[in-house]
């Protein structure tokens, strides 16, 4: 077993790096960044596949290392955009139809849901989060003011996490979850998968996390038509394509994708197939 290797002032740590074959000829720009971003976060996750026994391949700079990180932090602004747009439409969606098939309080019987057992986990899970927003106006106002102090299900859906959001969705009757896929044109198999898949990338975004050269467990159901053009459904661009369905590719996707582009033009260091980007990438998403 391995022994924790103890804090190093930011001066060692430079020192470690050189010592390990990293160019550094600003310390001073390198002191500043590793000041301010922790040498585990840059270092260790945006140092993946530019080492080959231990020592940094030759000429790879510490500015090589920033210029990845700061490619992350772009792309995760811009992708994070495209995926609220899903995530607050999908909310919609699924509250406007379950509420009026239900009511808005059908989301407590789970009769309405296919299993039973899972759904108990899930509203103990609503609850939670309704308990962690309590204090929220519109969750005080249906507490004190309604019979019963039910939240109906189109609060509700405002203060689940888009992962609970996901489990409700998966765990729906299959007729309902086709007749909310059938308004993005979607096979619901699919859609649920996607969800979960967008859900999981979310909390990456959310909490400052790596994209670039990543791969996720949480891997979506392609179409067969990618699945043939050798796409990898572990990587973020299959999360991509999941995503321009959802959103049928309209003009704020074409831009999102328009912009992407630039984003790879401005940030050279960048290898994009370290995310399951192809060559023909731009047309695939467009």
């Known amino acids: 077993m391995k022994t924790h290797q103890p804090s190093l002032p930011i001066n060692q740590q430079i020192q470690n790096l050189r010592d390990i074959g990293l160019v550094i000829n600003d310390e001073t720009y390198a002191q500043s960044i590793l000041s301010n971003i922790s040498y585990f976060r840059l270092v260790k996750a945006y140092s993946l596949g530019l080492k080959s026994n231990g020592k940094y391949i030759q000429n790879v700079r510490f500015e090589d290392l920033v210029e990845l990180y700061m490619f992350n932090a772009e792309f995760r602004h811009l992708l994070f955009v495209q995926i609220e747009r899903i995530e607050v439409s999908l909310r919609c969606r699924i509250s406007n139809y379950f509420s009026d098939k239900y009511g808005i309080l059908g989301y407590k019987n ?3 849901f296919e299993n ?3 759904q108990i986990h899930i509203l103990q899970e609503i609850e939670n989060e309704i308990m962690r927003n309590r204090k929220s106006p519109f969750i005080r106002n249906f507490r004190e003011n309604y019979e019963g102090g039910d939240i109906p299900f189109y609060a509700v859906v405002e203060v689940l996490s888009f992962g609970c959001l996901s489990k ?3 765990n729906m009757k299959n007729i309902d979850k086709k007749h909310i896929a059938e ?16 859900s999981f990338i979310r909390n990456i975004c959310d909490h400052y996390g790596r994209l670039y050269n990543a791969r996720f467990p949480k891997k979506p159901k392609l179409y067969k038509q990618y699945s043939l053009q050798g796409i990898y459904n572990g990587t973020v661009f299959a999360v991509l394509i999941c995503m321009k369905h959802i959103l049928n590719g309209d003009d704020e996707w074409i831009g999102f994708v328009d912009k992407l582009s630039e984003l790879f033009l401005k940030y050279t260091k960048v290898n994009m197939s370290t995310m399951g980007f192809m060559d023909n990438w731009i047309s695939i998403l467009k």
């Not at 308004?183 to 967008?198: A, D, M, V």
């Open 110 to 112: 789970i009769d309405n």
């Open 116 to 118: 039973k057992n899972a």
């Open 168 to 170: 409700c969705y998966k």
């Open 183 to 198: 308004e993005y044109h979607l096979n619901f198999k699919y859609l649920e998968s996607w969800i979960e898949s967008i």
